[in-house]
């Protein structure tokens, strides 16, 4: 393996025959949907806003791009809700003037360091060979103290229970960009912190809220741990599946993937 990313693991630890359908055979899984086309074109957005300040064309660019996503499902023959299409441009109308004010009193004065930020670092755990780990990171901040803060947005409905906040395999994301981060650009990983910023489309208030990922020395050697064993069964060829996630499988019952 060149390299492997989060998302590449995430799948591969769902089920590692579903990895090899959509990662090593190149088999189209799922394609996206009108949630998919919001989160990409509302990304996008947050982007420029960190870049460039609101210039008052945020919107627009924002409708643009969600525009063009949509178009690209509909070329996928992907069936879309026009009603819900309708509400995610309200929404995201709603939402774009919140991003900025928000980022501001989380995290208070504070200077952009990059955002979409290519990671493809070698990793240097025991039994890997000539593997990067490959990523995006969506925004780097630096703020007066001389801390780093990596911040991953995440549109969603309204907002992450307690238990989708803790569970492992979405903290373990932000806690391999630090890592990596870290070891890219020789930064002590005790000046960088990791924080989920949530978008929310249709809650009612804190629309955007920031919430910070902690990630300690066992955290770390726990994801590394993991990302070590699904290097080495992927490079050895073990595609077991996981029966116990046929149920929401794209491939169940399929030629992909008979029973």
Same mark, same amino acid.
């Given at each position: 393996?060149?390299?492997?990313? &989060?998302?590449?693991?995430?799948?591969?630890?769902?089920?590692?025959?579903?990895?090899?359908?959509?990662? +090593?055979?190149?088999?189209?899984?799922? /394609?996206?949907?009108?949630? #998919?086309?919001?989160?990409?074109? +509302?990304?996008?957005?947050?982007?420029?806003? /960190?870049?460039?300040?609101?210039?008052?064309?945020?919107?627009?660019?924002?409708?643009?791009?969600?525009?063009?996503? $949509?178009?690209?499902?509909?070329?996928?023959?992907?069936?879309?809700?026009?009603?819900?299409?309708?509400?995610?441009?309200?929404?995201?109308?709603?939402?774009? =003037?919140?991003?900025?004010?928000?980022?501001?009193?989380?995290?208070?004065?504070? #200077?952009? *360091?990059?955002?979409?930020?290519?990671?493809?670092?070698?990793?240097?755990?025991?039994?890997?060979?000539?593997?990067? &780990?490959?990523? &995006?990171?969506?925004?780097?901040?630096? #703020?007066?103290?001389?801390?780093?803060?990596? $911040?991953?947005?995440?549109?969603?409905?309204?907002?992450?229970?307690?238990?989708?906040?803790?569970?492992?395999?979405?903290?373990?994301?932000? *806690?391999?960009?630090?890592?990596?981060?870290?070891?890219?650009?020789?930064?002590? =990983?005790?000046?960088?912190?990791?924080?989920?910023?949530? /978008?929310?489309?249709?809650?009612?208030?804190?629309? *955007?809220?920031?919430?910070?990922?902690?990630?300690?020395?066992?955290?770390?050697?726990?994801?590394?741990?993991?990302?070590?064993?699904?290097?080495?069964? $992927?490079?050895?060829?073990?595609?077991?599946?996981?029966? /116990?996630?046929?149920?929401?499988?794209?491939?169940?019952?399929?030629?992909?993937?008979?029973?």
């Amino acid at each position: 393996m060149s390299h492997i990313s &989060f998302s590449e693991l995430k799948s591969w630890k769902i089920c590692p025959f579903y990895h090899k359908l959509t990662y +090593i055979d190149k088999i189209n899984g799922f /394609l996206g949907n009108e949630y #998919t086309a919001f989160g990409s074109a +509302i990304h996008r957005s947050c982007e420029k806003l /960190l870049m460039e300040g609101d210039d008052g064309n945020s919107y627009g660019f924002f409708l643009n791009n969600f525009k063009k996503n $949509i178009e690209s499902l509909l070329k996928k023959e992907v069936e879309v809700s026009q009603k819900t299409l309708d509400q995610m441009t309200s929404q995201g109308e709603k939402l774009l =003037p919140l991003i900025l004010p928000g980022v501001e009193r989380y995290f208070g004065n504070f #200077t952009v *360091v990059s955002t979409e930020e290519r990671l493809l670092v070698p990793i240097d755990e025991p039994g890997v060979e000539d593997c990067n &780990f490959k990523g &995006f990171v969506d925004l780097v901040i630096k #703020t007066p103290d001389g801390k780093y803060h990596i $911040i991953d947005w995440k549109s969603c409905s309204w907002g992450w229970d307690k238990m989708r906040r803790s569970e492992p395999m979405t903290t373990y994301q932000l *806690v391999l960009y630090k890592y990596f981060f870290a070891k890219k650009h020789n930064i002590d =990983p005790k000046k960088i912190e990791t924080h989920f910023a949530l /978008l929310k489309r249709t809650a009612k208030k804190d629309n *955007v809220e920031f919430f910070r990922v902690t990630s300690g020395s066992r955290k770390t050697q726990n994801s590394l741990n993991l990302l070590t064993k699904a290097i080495y069964n $992927i490079s050895n060829k073990r595609f077991i599946k996981n029966r /116990l996630a046929c149920d929401k499988c794209e491939f169940k019952n399929t030629k992909h993937c008979p029973r």
